[in-house]
T-cell receptor, first 112, second 114 residues
């Protein structure tokens, strides 16, 4: 059973517009969430994270929102740029665990 | 600063042949180490993780094995490869018992089993 779900396998947006990537989770014990960005044939790179004690974390063009009651988080990229085109993975970790649980990823395409 | 290396970058192996992929981390001590596989159309699947030398936890039953002979070295092996072992293999490290639990990934190895 998937504990972290990214229900949209792909997303396409225009350059300059907002990209919203969604992630749902089922394990209420998760207390830390991360987003990774992955280009083809490369390892994922850490993008942004959020602790469960917060509902928003912002870093430049990237903002992550956490809705604990809905067990939902989202990554907003604004403005989107063609270089943002990549696969984005949502991940979660339970306090005390050494393991991240990843979603299956969403492929974002930003069109010029 | 910390860096993580993986080699080889690409590998083509026949079915039934052995496998050895190596991962090393520099600039940190006693890291947690991880092996993941990304198969076509699938997400990141955790295969093994290690919290110390000689300590290996297996997440998925398979014909792969992992070893950690040194603090910052993690090896993924197989005695006989299967077609289904094809994929993109990623090594990652994290600070042990780190507050953030952020994992940092290597560049990956593309394995094709023919």
């Amino acid at each position: 059973d998937q504990q972290v779900k990214q229900n949209s396998p792909s997303l396409s947006v225009q350059e300059g517009r907002i990209s919203i990537l969604n992630c749902d989770y089922t394990n209420s014990m998760f207390d830390y969430f991360l987003w990774y960005k992955k280009y083809p044939a490369e390892g994922p790179t850490f993008l942004i994270s959020i602790s469960s004690i917060k509902d928003k974390n912002e870093d430049g063009r990237f903002t992550v929102f956490l809705n604990k009651s809905a067990k939902h988080l989202s990554l907003h990229i604004v403005p989107s740029q063609p270089g943002d085109s990549a696969v984005y993975f949502c991940a979660a970790v339970q306090g005390g665990s050494e393991k991240l649980v990843f979603g299956k990823g969403t492929k974002l395409t930003v069109n010029p | 600063s910390q860096t993580i290396h993986q080699w080889p970058a690409t590998l083509v192996q026949p079915v039934g042949s052995p496998l050895s992929l190596e991962c090393t981390v520099e600039g940190t001590s006693n890291p947690n180490l991880y092996w993941y596989r990304q198969a076509a159309g699938r997400g990141l699947q955790l295969l093994f993780y290690s919290v110390g030398i000689g300590q290996i936890s297996s997440e998925v039953p398979q014909n792969l094995s992992a070893s950690r002979p040194q603090d910052r070295q993690f090896i993924l092996s197989s005695k006989k490869l299967l077609l289904s072992d094809s994929g993109f293999y990623l090594c990652a490290w994290s600070v042990p018992a780190g507050v953030a639990d952020t994992q940092y990934f290597g560049p990956g190895t593309r394995l094709t089993v023919l």
